[in-house]
Each structure stands twice: as C-alpha cells, then as structure tokens.
C-alpha cells in the first residue's frame, strides 16, 4: 500500500523535539515545542492537580463513557473561568460548552461544525499564526486568508494593518483570533485595540473564532478575559476554542473545551445539538481524567487558590527569563535593542533571530529553536541562561 508514497515531513514544532531527544551534547536546550519547564527544565505535575488525583483515585466508581459534550460540571467550569462567575453570558444560557480533547480538539470540532452551515466561508487566520491552525482548518475544508497581525521591523503589532485587514473580511467568514499571548510573536493587542477589533467584527458580521489556549499567562486569569468579554458585551456569536494543557500542566490529559455563544438561549440550544453530532463521528465522547481534574480544583475554593498560586509562579519564572535574556545580550555587548523580549507576553518570543542563526545554534550549540526563529522562554533556566546568550552572542558577531 505505502510503497510508491513519500513519508510526510515531520511537524516543524514537534518535530524538533525528536531531533532533541536524540541529541547527545549534555548543554543541549530546547526553546522548540511550547511546554513550561520549571527551574530545573522539569515540567512538573502541578500540586494542585496532585490534590485534585487523590480526591478522584478515592471517589471514582466507574470508567463509563461520559456524555458526547463530556461531563456538565466541566462545561459549567469552563464557562466560569472563561467569562466569571456571575457574567449575563451563563446566566442567560446562551452558551454551551463541550469538553474537547485540548485546544487542538476543540479547534478542529468547531471547524467541522462550521464547514456544516458555512459551506463557503472562508478562515482568516493572523500572520503569522501557530502552523497547526493553518493545518487544523484546511483538513476540515476550509479555503485560507491571512490578516495582518505581527510587524516584523518594529518587532510590535501592526494595528492599523490589522484592522484595514479586517475591515474588508466579509460577513459569514470566519477570524480566528488569539485572545492573549500571540503565539508566535508573544504580542497581544491592549484593551483600547480589543474594543475596536470587537466593533468591526459587529459592523462587518465576520464570525469569531476565539483561541484561549494560555489564560493566566499574560496577566491573570481575569485581566486575560478582556477579548472574551468584549465579544460577550456584543451580544451576538461567537465560537471560543479553550485548553488546560498549558494552565494546568495536563497536556497529555487532552483537555480543552469548544464553547459556542449565540444571542439567545434558544439558538444555543440548537447549536448543542449540532455539536454534539459533530463530536459523535469525530470521538464519540472525550476523555474523562484531564477534565474531571480541572472540575475539581475550579470546584473546590483551596485547590482553585492553590491552582492561582501556581500559574502565577509560572507566568512570574517566565517573565524573569525574558528580563534574563534581555539583560544577558546587553550585558555581552550584543548590538541592537532587545527589550521587546521583555515587553512580549505568553511563553514564546518572536526572538528576531535569522534562519541561519537559527541552523547555526541547532548544529553548533545544540539550542533548539522553530524555524522563525520563535523562542519558548520556559526553556530557559538559571542554569541555562548563560549558555544560551553566549551562543546568541557568538552567533550575531
Ligand atoms: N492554540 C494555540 C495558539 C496553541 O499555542 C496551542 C498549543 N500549542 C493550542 C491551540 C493547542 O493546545 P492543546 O495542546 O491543548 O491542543
């Protein structure tokens, strides 16, 4: 059967973690995949996720398939975390929520649900964009557009690209929008920009698509809310693509959440059910472990505070690496102004090193960085740090 057919190229992120695994110098560093490390470059289980185990282990009676949008608690969840506690978008009912296997589930799910009603629509996706989007969407049918987004000599947003962009997107089509830390380029709009983004797709009638996959990571999980709610505030539809995996450390656990918000509680009603038939050809029903976790610890005040205390730690440790980074190249005298690094947000960096700087750190230092030039800043260690600006040093001589 595989005889006459090429083998398809690795994924360009994951991809670079397999050649990592395989290389044997002790200094190797792995700025690739987007996963936290700790101090150590461990990615540890977070201890409220432990706590929240043990309670589980000692109450689970069975393994049952659970409902096709997954369990009711882990919606509700869900939706208080996405628009808090007492927001008129669940108090009305007009959002449903379904648990999908991570933010790449639920972003497939509503592509598919999508292609059902909007045959013709096209996806607009920002440039540049996490590559897996581009894929994601083309497999459930769709034709591409870019819209601007990044503004590469200024190293910021490019903003009035971005809104002439999506002034002429047309109604029925469809912008995937990243609600906080860009990734790749670590550059969000501020809340002045969210309302004006939010206003156009109003006037234009495009549908958003929002992609959650980091709150907490920018400034808190209620500061990151801002796009959501400014879209909320609209009253009209919209999908949100949410995910655990990098909040909660459950990556492999396959837990995320495709909510969809419509004007009222009687359209929500109906896209439920189209959703639900679109999650049954696709899995069935998700998995039950990642979700069942995240339900306990949103559930439980102790755990949901440890939860907070944690993700701060995270979001804090990151933030020191990129001042790290920043101060570490002005400190070896390496030309140019790097306090962008500082200013981005999320865990990557669009760090603004060249495809050949790039090659040159993988065959020469064995730093591993995505071609782009996109930087995971967890990757970064106290330990590693140094390392790594003396090869950037090296490299930009
Ligand atoms: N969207 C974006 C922007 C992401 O960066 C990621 C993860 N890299 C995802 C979605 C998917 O997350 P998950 O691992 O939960 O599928």
Same mark, same amino acid.
């Given at each position: 059967?595989?005889? *006459?057919?090429?083998?398809?190229?690795?994924?360009?992120?994951?991809?670079?973690?397999?050649?990592?695994?395989?290389?044997?110098?002790?200094?190797?560093? *792995?700025?690739?995949?987007?996963?936290?490390?700790?101090?150590?470059?461990? #990615?540890?289980?977070?201890?409220?996720?432990?706590?929240?185990?043990?309670?589980?282990?000692?109450?689970?009676?069975?393994?049952?398939?659970?409902?096709?949008?997954?369990?009711?608690?882990?919606?509700?969840?869900?939706?208080?975390?996405?628009?808090?506690?007492?927001?008129?978008? %669940?108090?009305?009912?007009?959002?449903?929520?379904?648990?999908?296997?991570?933010?790449?589930?639920?972003?497939?799910?509503?592509?598919?649900?999508?292609?059902?009603?909007?045959?013709?629509?096209?996806?607009?996706?920002?440039?540049?964009?996490?590559?897996?989007?581009? &894929?994601?969407?083309?497999?459930?049918?769709?034709?591409?557009?870019?819209?601007?987004?990044?503004?590469?000599?200024?190293?910021?947003?490019?903003?009035?690209?971005? #809104?002439?962009?999506?002034?002429?997107?047309?109604?029925?089509?469809?912008?995937?929008?990243?609600?906080?830390?860009?990734?790749?380029?670590?550059?969000?709009?501020?809340?002045?920009?969210?309302?004006? %983004?939010?206003?156009?797709? *109003?006037?234009?009638?495009?549908?958003?698509?929002?992609?959650?996959?980091?709150?907490?990571?920018?400034?808190?999980?209620?500061?990151?809310?801002?796009? /959501?709610?400014?879209?909320?505030?609209?009253?009209?539809?919209?999908?949100? &693509?949410?995910?655990?995996?990098? *909040?909660?450390?459950?990556?492999?656990?396959?837990?995320?959440?495709?909510?969809?918000?419509?004007?009222?509680?009687?359209?929500?009603?109906?896209?439920?059910?189209?959703?639900? #038939?679109? %999650?049954?050809? !696709?899995?069935?029903?998700?998995?039950?472990?990642?979700?069942?976790?995240? &339900?306990?610890?949103?559930?439980?005040?102790?755990?949901?505070?440890?939860?907070?205390?944690?993700?701060?730690?995270?979001?804090?440790?990151?933030?020191?690496?990129?001042?790290?980074?920043?101060?570490?190249?002005?400190?070896?005298? /390496?030309?140019?102004?790097?306090?962008?690094?500082?200013?981005?947000?999320?865990?990557?960096?669009?760090?603004? !090193?060249?495809?050949?700087?790039?090659?040159?750190?993988?065959?020469?230092?064995?730093?591993?960085?995505?071609?782009?030039?996109?930087?995971?800043?967890?990757?970064?260690?106290?330990?590693?740090?140094?390392? /790594?600006?003396?090869?950037?040093?090296?490299?930009?001589?």
């Amino acid at each position: 059967m595989w005889q *006459n057919i090429e083998a398809a190229p690795a994924d360009s992120i994951l991809g670079l973690t397999d050649a990592f695994k395989k290389d044997g110098n002790p200094e190797k560093v *792995n700025l690739g995949v987007g996963v936290y490390k700790d101090d150590e470059g461990n #990615t540890p289980v977070l201890s409220c996720v432990k706590e929240a185990e043990k309670i589980l282990l000692a109450s689970e009676k069975t393994k049952s398939y659970l409902p096709i949008p997954g369990d009711p608690g882990y919606g509700k969840n869900v939706q208080k975390l996405l628009f808090g506690e007492e927001n008129e978008v %669940i108090n009305s009912g007009r959002a449903v929520t379904a648990h999908a296997p991570g933010g790449t589930g639920a972003l497939r799910v509503g592509g598919d649900l999508l292609k059902k009603f909007y045959p013709d629509a096209k996806v607009w996706l920002s440039s540049p964009t996490w590559a897996n989007h581009n &894929a994601v969407f083309s497999a459930a049918g769709f034709e591409l557009e870019q819209y601007a987004y990044y503004d590469a000599e200024n190293r910021q947003l490019d903003f009035d690209g971005m #809104t002439a962009s999506l002034e002429n997107i047309p109604g029925g089509d469809v912008v995937l929008l990243h609600t906080c830390c860009h990734n790749p380029s670590g550059v969000d709009p501020d809340r002045e920009q969210w309302r004006r %983004i939010a206003a156009i797709s *109003n006037e234009k009638g495009w549908i958003p698509f929002l992609d959650f996959a980091y709150q907490g990571f920018g400034e808190s999980v209620e500061a990151d809310r801002f796009a /959501v709610e400014q879209f909320a505030a609209l009253g009209g539809d919209f999908l949100v &693509a949410s995910s655990f995996s990098k *909040n909660f450390g459950l990556y492999n656990e396959r837990t995320g959440a495709l909510t969809l918000i419509c004007p009222t509680q009687k359209e929500a009603a109906v896209a439920f059910s189209h959703l639900k #038939t679109t %999650i049954r050809v !696709l899995y069935s029903n998700p998995p039950a472990h990642g979700g069942l976790v995240a &339900a306990t610890i949103l559930d439980r005040p102790e755990l949901y505070s440890l939860w907070i205390e944690e993700l701060g730690g995270m979001r804090e440790r990151i933030r020191d690496m990129r001042r790290a980074l920043v101060e570490g190249l002005v400190a070896r005298g /390496v030309e140019g102004d790097f306090s962008y690094i500082a200013r981005q947000r999320g865990m990557f960096s669009f760090s603004g !090193l060249s495809a050949e700087v790039v090659d040159w750190l993988r065959e020469n230092k064995s730093i591993y960085v995505v071609g782009g030039g996109r930087i995971n800043l967890a990757g970064l260690t106290s330990k590693n740090i140094g390392y /790594v600006c003396d090869a950037i040093a090296e490299a930009l001589q």
